[in-house]
């Protein structure tokens, strides 16, 4: 077998018969980072850094681990070519790491350059990358056609305003790009900007917050506002999914104790943050949305990248003893049967523990994609076969990109659906389904599956 040739992560000829059968199917990406202000204005891509660095933590990683210097990495003032350089030399290093097989699957599938990234072809891929990212087909909005992709969902702040999403209503990708509701901001009271955020979101609804009730009216006007404009999910990101069943009025009192900028105890950030994920999470179900979950990240545990460069630049990890079930359950509990739940999780050793709960819990409570670190291959292929074997695979919630880059897209679903055809393959191989079922259950989970859940 060839480095990501036509068997790539097939073991065998089921797989790839089975791969066949869904590798063209449009893509359905519920959840992503797209910059939507540069899907707009539609701009050529200047080169391979911006494409396929200059946003992506995960490379940034793994060029640290291998001893890049942090200049030619984060730093505006340092040209492109000279951090493609660095990172070429180093490439063939990261090999193992899904890092490596991502980012040569965009040069071979998107830009159509099969060549192994390395310090002898640094400037080589360079000078092909550019010449092919000039191409009016590689322009973002003709890439996203060309990647096949019907529908994705955007990351996106209650106070935006969505201009961007709108604009995008002018153009071929009309219907395509929906936003998706992010309360992250207006919940965490425990992070210094908390007080900063509430008053532009006062300013958002031209509004004065007095109690708890007006912050969550702003969230309610804003939550329709985005469902005016095609939203059909919210997401919270979170280290514990505070989920406690709490009064108002205690809540109330957390929310007024934080706006005189008084210092919290734990158990006052856990009855605020729980009432206001309740009360989102009521919204939703009126409005038959997704409320999805992302656990167990824990941010920024690097110093000197915070307070050199600040978040999302790849000090974040995971912490296998996040307690999952006991904050959890009350929320879960009170949204029984209203409200269609997706849990995703970016450490392995919570798997178990959610395929258990959504079990549990019925058809609404689903598992998302491997995420973040579990996004992988090896992350991918254990989590299907574990759910397979305690949960209905067929419930799963499909793949995600959750990427920062448009070039990426189509390669992350590439892998999921091999990774998914080989699982499939497998229980076929083994006498555990038949063909018509393994047929049907690809098809669903690559592309019927999230398209129905999410209502795109």
């Known amino acids: 077998m060839a ?49 396929e660095a200059a946003t992506d933590h995960y490379v940034w990683e793994c060029l640290r681990k291998r001893g890049v210097a942090e200049a030619l990495l984060t730093d505006p003032e340092v040209p492109n070519r000279e951090k493609w ?3 070429a030399a180093v490439f063939p290093d990261l090999a193992g790491n899904p890092t490596y097989e991502w980012v040569h699957l965009d040069l071979k599938r998107i830009l159509g ?32 056609q060309r990647m096949k992709v019907e529908a994705m969902c955007s990351t996106d702040d209650p106070i935006d305003s969505l201009e961007f999403h709108q604009a995008l209503q002018d153009t071929p990708l009309a219907g395509v790009v929906r936003p998706t509701f992010r309360p992250d901001r207006a919940m965490n009271v425990f992070k210094h900007d908390w007080p900063e955020y509430v008053e532009r979101l006062e300013a958002r609804v031209n509004g004065s917050f007095r109690r708890i009730g007006d912050l969550i009216e702003a969230l309610r006007v804003t939550h329709d506002y985005f469902a005016d404009h095609g939203c059909v999910a919210s997401d919270h990101g979170v280290e514990v999914p505070f989920g406690y069943d709490m009064d108002e009025e205690d809540a109330n009192e957390v929310f007024r104790r934080a706006r005189r900028g008084e210092e919290l105890e734990d158990e006052e950030v856990i009855c605020y ?49 996040t307690d999952i079930v006991e904050p959890l359950i009350p929320l879960l509990n009170r949204m029984d049967e209203r409200l269609k739940v997706v849990l995703y999780n970016l450490n392995p050793a919570h798997t178990a523990t959610l395929a258990h709960l959504t079990r549990a819990f019925g058809e609404k409570v689903n598992l998302g994609a491997a995420w973040w670190l579990n996004d992988s291959y090896m992350g991918m292929r254990r989590q299907l076969e574990f759910v397979g074997t305690v949960d209905v695979l067929m ?50 989970l690559a592309y019927e599956r999230p398209k129905q859940l999410f209502g795109l």
């Open 85 to 87: 350089d660095a990172m």
């Open 395 to 444: 419930n799963c919630a499909g793949m995600v990109s959750d990427s920062r880059k448009l070039l990426s897209y189509a390669s992350r679903h590439e892998v999921f659906r091999r990774t998914l055809a080989d699982v499939a393959g497998a229980l076929l191989d083994r006498g555990q389904v038949p063909m018509a079922v393994a047929e049907r259950l690809v098809r669903h």
């Open 273 to 321: 943050m729980s009432y206001v994920l309740g009360e989102v999470a009521e919204m939703d179900a009126r409005k038959d949305w997704v409320f999805q979950v992302h656990i167990g990240a824990v941010r920024d545990m690097r110093d000197l990248l915070y307070d050199d460069i600040g978040p999302d630049s790849g000090g974040d990890i995971s912490d296998h003893m």
């Open 3 to 51: 480095f990501l040739d036509d068997r790539y992560l097939l073991s065998g000829d089921t797989a790839a018969e089975l791969y066949g059968q869904i590798r063209d199917l449009p893509i359905i990406d519920a959840h992503n980072h797209l910059d939507v202000k540069a899907l707009v204005s539609n701009a050529p891509f200047p080169d391979i850094w911006e494409t």
């Open 113 to 144: 350059i099969d060549e192994l990234i390395c310090a002898e072809n640094a400037e080589g891929i360079w000078e092909k990358a550019r010449a092919a990212l000039a191409r009016p087909e590689m322009r973002p909005q003709a890439l996203v």
